[in-house]
């Protein structure tokens, strides 16, 4: 399938933010939309890529920008110091991503009505804040996401259903972690999944990650499981 495909600027408190957005070529319009967070590195060829398959199966997809100029970082502690940038004002980092889930919705190719978010690592953070933050999205999906939860931002309703795929054995996030995220989604009143794996790590769905002793192994099997799952989710949200 031919695909149409673009940089976007857009700006958010001065700083210049470059995503990506691919979807279907062709005489189609008002297509879902899909919002792409991805992992600490940023919007770098696996974002893009993610991006170009979800347009593959007829999505508007956007991954985002979310450190400004499209940086990425190339090292963990160029990783960690972008993350870090933008993550340490939890209130910040909702504002941001509300500004880009703005630009996506504003796309002629896009149906604001159907749009849903995905993310990965510190973008499935992303998207669970989103989620959080009572975002106008049908769903999210956090893969090997991050479950801590803001403090100090309000806590409107939850208008997102909720889908999160996680390794058992990931140790940035717990399956005790896990379970406190299950509970406040509960008390909220969200429409939620938790999915874990066994014998799965962070990062599952990275095929360059191999650092067991940081936590982070690709699983083609657990990546091949979720993805089964994500595709299903978005069409009960979307389609």
Known sequence: MALITRKIRHVHQGVNLESYFACPEGP????????????????????????????????????????????VGRTREECSDLMSGVASDRGFLLDRLLSTLETLSHQPEVDASRIAAIGYCFGGLCVLDLA?????????????????????????????????????????????????????????????????????????????????????????????????LTQDFLIEVLK
């Open 132 to 228: 959080r933050g009572g975002a106008s999205l049908r769903g999210v999906v956090s893969l090997h996401g991050i479950f801590s939860p803001p403090t100090g931002t309000p806590t409107p309703p939850i208008k997102a259903k909720i889908l999160v795929l996680h390794g058992f054995e990931d140790p940035m996030a717990t399956p005790e972690q896990g379970l406190a995220l299950g509970r406040e989604l509960t008390d909220r009143g969200a429409d939620w999944q938790l999915h874990f794996y066994g014998s799965t790590l962070h990062a599952f769905t990275n095929p360059e990650a191999n650092d067991r002793d940081f936590g982070t192994v690709y699983n083609p099997l657990t990546d091949a499981r979720s993805w089964r």
């Open 28 to 71: 189609a319009s008002s297509l879902p939309g899909i919002l792409v967070a991805p992992a600490w590195a940023g919007c770098n060829e696996q974002a893009i890529e993610r991006a170009n398959i979800l347009a593959q199966s007829g999505y508007a997809a956007f991954a985002i920008d979310l450190y400004g100029e499209g940086r």
